[in-house]
């Protein structure tokens, strides 16, 4: 099974691999969130969403269903 | 005679760029709507170097030029059409010292326009705490472009950009990036059919809805030479097109940047921890709350006395002044407490804007935004939404125009419409009067009396009636609904003081030119329907009361037969028989056709509806105490129990709850969604609740 972002556990890091392509809303890839970048999970709120990430140093807060549709691999 | 420079100022949001142009403008500038639309158009003076002057535009923040929203929409349109007066002699992009690599992304495309392009890198002081150093010459060389390293907090750098910008001649026009490699055929093939025309320009049209000069999206799709794409292989090319300007972004940055880790320290983290904590992140969001709460009421109560005396003493300056006669009543009656009406509500709205604009100036506004967003999602909003529903405790107006900033259409659209349900100002005082009558003042517990409490549950009923409304609308409102939402979380920062105060002086401006023309029109329109009678019992009123009084005359002084004669003519006016007419509706509600006549005018603004009592019942003076005593002693005609008794007090209350009494939110949220039809079906949905919930609580406490 592939992972996602939705995954990742507080303070964890890891590099994005792939999406799906026509879920994700432009704006995020414009904020760096592209294959090969790092992303760090910094905190969550209650159910763990949405969730507050650092990718490729911007810090932003995103819902689980769109972390859901970013495949990441843990480093 | 010197040429005038237009400048346009762009940026990601977050970046100072409303610093950077209020560094260059100073008070000199001018803010309004572009036409046709509410997205607010920012404008100011800049004086160079040797007289020449440059025009200023501050256009909304955008992360690139691919549009998400009306706001973003406006930067492309300027930045595409030559023949718009704001088209840009040399754009001026603003970036964070700390986000330089995602702003680099608007630069890159902007500079492939062919306007030559100046890159500010703000917040320069942060670079050494940050660990932060750059090679500038050869960023400059890279990107192509002059580099200013400004501080727009400790004012550094501004000379130097005036120098740039009056020199933009010199600067090169160069794309840095060549974005037709990601489709080599494709680009040829556009490029043959529209020789004349910028690669860059043709592929924005096609991607986006806008127009340039005489070429839109079908001129393009018609052109025989040229097969245009599907939606989705479109997107596909704009995320290579993404791709393609990090790959280079990050080439160019690792040849001119270093970042120190080691050295860097940051509040950033530490506050997070604390201010987005799953406990003590609401307690903190709370606290902050109540306090700004406390604050708006208890600063701006000395203000508002003195108004509310300012404009009485200048009535009854000007009566004694002018002689009397229709005019002077129409200034002193009408125009000038009309005028009173509205500038009351200054001091509160400049408060909130205030509180406001410090919480978003300083980044905590987002971290809000993070913390209610699972919450209000539950309900059809979004965590964006939290912010005019605030905001709209003191008035909705400001608050529909701060649903601006939520992407999601269905959820903003739900956001504007069930704000006016929360308790703002205008309902206070009415709110307050009723329940001196209805409720008794005794303690219920310990500390809680029946009235306070009472007027706590009229809040919550606000709140509870908005969260309902909303969860009603998104099951009913069947609109595409893409959950769009991403939000910057920007680093804290010190609040800049010239910022807020430019802040509150625009936008208390805006309250007063929009909401004050209204409330003067309506106050006119009151007096002269409460000054004028159709027949001769309104212009003989004199003679018929002195003789119906005439047995107790003596036992009357002068000031009671005036006061008897005033409440007459009040009866016999055009608004006495709007009441009258209105009556066998409000009936079942409990009320008499004087409340029927304070109903009427207060459907312009609520607030109206204990001065228009106070008229009614012929008291002089506004003073509370003394309406309250006229209110308490008016009798119901039919049952000859007092008129004002519980169940007439909840009936009202339920009903100013509920109901969309507020000419200026009527005509805010009309602007805000392009027409007629939502205002209406807010105006009749929340009425039609105002009435059923009264007729209900009238006929089952009675």
Redesign the interface.
Same mark, same amino acid.
């Given at each position: 099974m592939k992972t996602t972002l939705a995954e990742l556990k507080r303070g964890q890091s890891a590099v994005i691999t792939m999406f799906e392509t026509d879920e994700i809303p432009l704006k995020l890839l414009e904020m760096g969130c592209l294959p090969g970048n790092e992303v760090t999970l910094l905190q969550v709120a209650p159910f763990s969403c949405p969730m507050y990430l650092n990718i490729n140093g911007s810090h932003l807060a995103i819902r689980k269903e769109v972390a859901k549709q970013i495949e990441i691999e843990l480093i | 005679m010197a040429k005038h420079i237009n400048v346009s100022l762009i940026g990601n949001p977050n970046t100072g760029k409303t610093s950077v142009f209020n560094l260059l403008t100073g008070l000199n500038q001018q803010v309004g709507n572009y036409p046709g639309i509410t997205v607010e158009r920012k404008a100011g003076v800049c004086k160079l170097p040797r007289g020449v002057k440059a025009h200023i535009l501050d256009l909304p923040g955008t +992360? *690139?030029l %691919?549009a *998400?929203s009306l706001d973003e929409n406006v930067v492309i349109e300027v930045l595409l059409n030559k023949k718009d007066k704001d088209y840009p002699d040399v754009a001026v992009v603003v970036s964070d010292v700390? %986000?330089l !690599?995602?702003n680099l =992304?608007l630069f890159t495309q902007i500079k492939d326009l062919d306007i030559p392009a100046i890159l500010v890198i703000n917040m320069a002081d942060r670079m050494k705490r940050k660990g932060i150093s750059l090679d500038i010459p050869a960023l400059e060389k890279a990107l192509k472009t002059k580099v200013v390293l400004m501080s727009a907090r400790k004012k550094q750098g501004v000379d130097e950009l005036k120098q740039l910008i009056a020199a933009y001649k010199k600067l090169s026009v160069e794309p840095c990036v060549n974005a037709s490699v990601i489709d080599k055929e494709y680009f040829e093939g556009l490029q043959r059919a529209f020789p004349n025309q910028s690669l860059y320009k043709l592929w924005l049209v096609i991607t986006q809805d806008v127009n340039f000069a005489n070429i839109n999206r079908n001129t393009i799709a018609d052109a025989s030479e040229f097969h245009t794409k599907k939606k *989705?292989d479109l !997107?596909?090319l704009?995320?290579k097109e993404?791709?393609k300007r +990090?790959q280079f972004i990050n080439e160019t940055l690792k040849q001119t940047q270093t970042i120190d880790v080691a050295s860097a320290t940051g509040v950033?983290?530490k506050l997070?921890?604390l201010l #987005?904590h !799953?406990v003590w992140g609401y307690l903190i969001f709370f606290a902050i709350l109540l306090f700004i709460f406390q604050a708006i009421y208890d600063w701006s109560s000395y203000p508002m006395d003195l108004i509310d005396e300012g404009f009485a003493w200048l009535s009854e300056t000007i009566k004694a002044q002018l002689p009397s006669g229709g005019l002077t009543s129409l200034i002193t009656e009408g125009i000038i407490p009309g005028l009173g009406g509205i500038v009351i509500f200054i001091p509160q709205i400049a408060f909130l804007f205030f509180f406001i604009s410090i919480l978003e100036e300083s980044g905590y506004m987002?971290r809000v #935004?993070? =913390?209610m967003?699972?919450l209000m999602r539950r309900f059809g909003l979004s965590?964006k939404s939290i912010v005019p529903l605030i905001s709209g405790t003191a008035c909705a107006i400001p608050a529909v125009m701060a649903t601006r900033n939520i992407e999601n259409w269905k959820e903003r659209l739900i956001t504007i419409l069930v704000v006016p349900f929360t308790t703002c100002s205008a309902r206070l005082p009415v709110y307050l009067i009723i329940i001196s009558l209805v409720i008794p003042n005794e303690r219920v517990a310990w500390i809680f009396g029946y009235q306070s409490l009472s007027l706590m549950l009229l809040y919550l009923l606000g709140f509870v009636t908005a969260l309902g409304s909303s969860w009603l609308l998104s099951k009913f409102l069947k609109m595409p609904n !893409?959950?769009?939402? #991403? #939000?910057?979380?920007? %680093?804290y920062k010190w609040p800049l003081f010239k910022n807020v105060a430019i802040n509150v002086i625009e936008k208390t401006k805006a309250f007063i030119a929009g909401a004050g023309k209204i409330i003067l029109a309506i106050s006119i329109v009151l007096w002269v329907l409460a000054s004028y009678g159709p027949n001769e019992k309104f212009s003989k009123a004199e003679v018929i009361v002195t003789s119906q009084l005439k047995e107790s005359l003596e036992k009357n002084s002068k000031e009671n037969l005036e006061q008897a004669i005033a409440s007459h003519k009040l009866e016999h006016s055009y608004i006495g028989y709007m009441g009258k007419a209105i009556e066998p509706l409000v009936a079942p509600l409990g009320y008499d056709w004087k409340i029927g006549i304070a109903l009427i005018s207060s459907f312009a603004a609520r607030e109206v509806f204990v001065g228009t009592l106070a008229a009614i019942y012929s008291v002089g003076s506004e003073e509370e105490e003394t309406i309250k005593n006229r209110m308490a002693a008016e009798i119901n005609p039919v049952s000859g129990a007092p008129l004002f008794n519980l169940a007439t007090g909840v009936s009202l209350l339920l009903f100013y709850a509920f109901a969309m009494q507020c000419m200026s939110t009527i005509a805010i949220v009309k602007k805000e969604t392009n027409g007629w039809r939502w205002p209406l079906i807010q105006l009749f949905f929340m009425s039609g609740l105002a009435y059923v919930t009264a007729l209900i609580a009238y006929q089952l406490l009675k």
């Amino acid at each position: 099974m592939k992972t996602t972002l939705a995954e990742l556990k507080r303070g964890q890091s890891a590099v994005i691999t792939m999406f799906e392509t026509d879920e994700i809303p432009l704006k995020l890839l414009e904020m760096g969130c592209l294959p090969g970048n790092e992303v760090t999970l910094l905190q969550v709120a209650p159910f763990s969403c949405p969730m507050y990430l650092n990718i490729n140093g911007s810090h932003l807060a995103i819902r689980k269903e769109v972390a859901k549709q970013i495949e990441i691999e843990l480093i | 005679m010197a040429k005038h420079i237009n400048v346009s100022l762009i940026g990601n949001p977050n970046t100072g760029k409303t610093s950077v142009f209020n560094l260059l403008t100073g008070l000199n500038q001018q803010v309004g709507n572009y036409p046709g639309i509410t997205v607010e158009r920012k404008a100011g003076v800049c004086k160079l170097p040797r007289g020449v002057k440059a025009h200023i535009l501050d256009l909304p923040g955008t +992360y *690139s030029l %691919n549009a *998400s929203s009306l706001d973003e929409n406006v930067v492309i349109e300027v930045l595409l059409n030559k023949k718009d007066k704001d088209y840009p002699d040399v754009a001026v992009v603003v970036s964070d010292v700390e %986000n330089l !690599k995602r702003n680099l =992304l608007l630069f890159t495309q902007i500079k492939d326009l062919d306007i030559p392009a100046i890159l500010v890198i703000n917040m320069a002081d942060r670079m050494k705490r940050k660990g932060i150093s750059l090679d500038i010459p050869a960023l400059e060389k890279a990107l192509k472009t002059k580099v200013v390293l400004m501080s727009a907090r400790k004012k550094q750098g501004v000379d130097e950009l005036k120098q740039l910008i009056a020199a933009y001649k010199k600067l090169s026009v160069e794309p840095c990036v060549n974005a037709s490699v990601i489709d080599k055929e494709y680009f040829e093939g556009l490029q043959r059919a529209f020789p004349n025309q910028s690669l860059y320009k043709l592929w924005l049209v096609i991607t986006q809805d806008v127009n340039f000069a005489n070429i839109n999206r079908n001129t393009i799709a018609d052109a025989s030479e040229f097969h245009t794409k599907k939606k *989705s292989d479109l !997107k596909r090319l704009q995320q290579k097109e993404t791709i393609k300007r +990090y790959q280079f972004i990050n080439e160019t940055l690792k040849q001119t940047q270093t970042i120190d880790v080691a050295s860097a320290t940051g509040v950033r983290a530490k506050l997070d921890q604390l201010l #987005v904590h !799953k406990v003590w992140g609401y307690l903190i969001f709370f606290a902050i709350l109540l306090f700004i709460f406390q604050a708006i009421y208890d600063w701006s109560s000395y203000p508002m006395d003195l108004i509310d005396e300012g404009f009485a003493w200048l009535s009854e300056t000007i009566k004694a002044q002018l002689p009397s006669g229709g005019l002077t009543s129409l200034i002193t009656e009408g125009i000038i407490p009309g005028l009173g009406g509205i500038v009351i509500f200054i001091p509160q709205i400049a408060f909130l804007f205030f509180f406001i604009s410090i919480l978003e100036e300083s980044g905590y506004m987002s971290r809000v #935004v993070f =913390l209610m967003d699972r919450l209000m999602r539950r309900f059809g909003l979004s965590g964006k939404s939290i912010v005019p529903l605030i905001s709209g405790t003191a008035c909705a107006i400001p608050a529909v125009m701060a649903t601006r900033n939520i992407e999601n259409w269905k959820e903003r659209l739900i956001t504007i419409l069930v704000v006016p349900f929360t308790t703002c100002s205008a309902r206070l005082p009415v709110y307050l009067i009723i329940i001196s009558l209805v409720i008794p003042n005794e303690r219920v517990a310990w500390i809680f009396g029946y009235q306070s409490l009472s007027l706590m549950l009229l809040y919550l009923l606000g709140f509870v009636t908005a969260l309902g409304s909303s969860w009603l609308l998104s099951k009913f409102l069947k609109m595409p609904n !893409k959950s769009f939402f #991403v #939000v910057e979380m920007p %680093n804290y920062k010190w609040p800049l003081f010239k910022n807020v105060a430019i802040n509150v002086i625009e936008k208390t401006k805006a309250f007063i030119a929009g909401a004050g023309k209204i409330i003067l029109a309506i106050s006119i329109v009151l007096w002269v329907l409460a000054s004028y009678g159709p027949n001769e019992k309104f212009s003989k009123a004199e003679v018929i009361v002195t003789s119906q009084l005439k047995e107790s005359l003596e036992k009357n002084s002068k000031e009671n037969l005036e006061q008897a004669i005033a409440s007459h003519k009040l009866e016999h006016s055009y608004i006495g028989y709007m009441g009258k007419a209105i009556e066998p509706l409000v009936a079942p509600l409990g009320y008499d056709w004087k409340i029927g006549i304070a109903l009427i005018s207060s459907f312009a603004a609520r607030e109206v509806f204990v001065g228009t009592l106070a008229a009614i019942y012929s008291v002089g003076s506004e003073e509370e105490e003394t309406i309250k005593n006229r209110m308490a002693a008016e009798i119901n005609p039919v049952s000859g129990a007092p008129l004002f008794n519980l169940a007439t007090g909840v009936s009202l209350l339920l009903f100013y709850a509920f109901a969309m009494q507020c000419m200026s939110t009527i005509a805010i949220v009309k602007k805000e969604t392009n027409g007629w039809r939502w205002p209406l079906i807010q105006l009749f949905f929340m009425s039609g609740l105002a009435y059923v919930t009264a007729l209900i609580a009238y006929q089952l406490l009675k």
